[in-house]
């Protein structure tokens, strides 16, 4: 009896053996056909010609196992003027990019060009001249145009303040030309004709809204002024 049960105790461990062979070729052939056939190979950018940088490293992702999140971020960290991004996964290798992009409101003159900034002060690019026809931020301080890079947020308060204002102005159809930050405290916006004053320290909401009645009551009353100063309890405004 020892003798013949010795045969059968092999064949059963090399089958176990062969099975677990077959299972892990089984296992590692779909492992590779799976990281080839779902390989991103086409990217289609829909916001038309524009040059998006870091595509040719997702074209080594697989699409079932790289995450959204992880190809946006890639996306983002490349293209400091891409505000989001929208992926779409057409199977097996199509990958379809939607973005959105920081727009510049205002341009920030320094000491060896300009930097254009977006709503939230985040430099969307840095040229040497400037044509844009963009309001002009004449800042107090001349930062030093190679110590920032596109991406780099500009997080001084009055330029943080002024941009915050600015928004503001626009949505009431108001113009400016430029900013002057000449203080600490002092935002004037140089409309064609007139002047609007804020304070970087008094309540925003509060000189929005004060700025807001008086110019309806103002158009309401087809009155013309040149200059109205928030930074005080009452505004003052000059005629």
């Known amino acids: 009896m020892p003798a013949s049960s010795s045969p059968k105790k092999f064949l059963t461990r090399l089958l176990k053996i062969l099975t677990i062979i077959f299972l892990a070729s089984i296992f590692f052939s779909g492992l590779y056909f799976s990281g080839n056939y779902f390989k991103i190979k086409t990217i289609v950018v829909d916001n038309g010609q524009v040059d998006v940088l870091g595509l ?6 697989n699409m079932l196992f790289s995450s959204e999140k992880e190809i946006s971020n890639l996306i983002i960290s490349k293209n400091p003027s891409v505000q989001s991004v929208v992926l779409e996964k057409k199977y097996p290798s199509t990958l379809i990019v939607k973005l959105s992009f920081y727009q510049p409101v205002m341009v920030l003159p320094v000491d060896a060009g300009f930097f254009f900034l977006a709503q939230d002060g985040r430099i969307i690019k840095k040229t040497r ?12 301080q001349k930062l030093n145009f190679q110590s920032y890079n596109p991406g780099d947020v500009v997080d001084f308060k009055e330029i943080s303040e002024g941009l915050f204002f600015l928004k503001s102005l626009v949505d009431f159809d108001l113009k400016p030309v430029s900013l002057d930050i000449n203080g600490i405290n002092m935002l004037v ?10 304070d970087s320290e008094k309540d925003r909401s509060l000189q929005v809204y004060q700025l807001e009645q008086i110019v309806r009551q103002f158009k309401i009353e087809g009155k013309q002024y040149k200059e109205i100063d928030l930074r005080f309890d009452k505004p003052v405004v000059r005629f």
């Not at 040719?56 to 992702?61: A, R, S, V």
């Not at 026809?133 to 107090?140: D, W």
Request: no cysteine; net charge negative.
């Open 189 to 198: 916006f140089n409309l064609l004709d007139k002047k609007i004053i804020f």
């Open 56 to 61: 040719d490293e997702i074209k080594n992702y």
């Open 129 to 140: 001249t400037n044509d844009s026809g963009l309001p002009v931020i004449n800042f107090y």
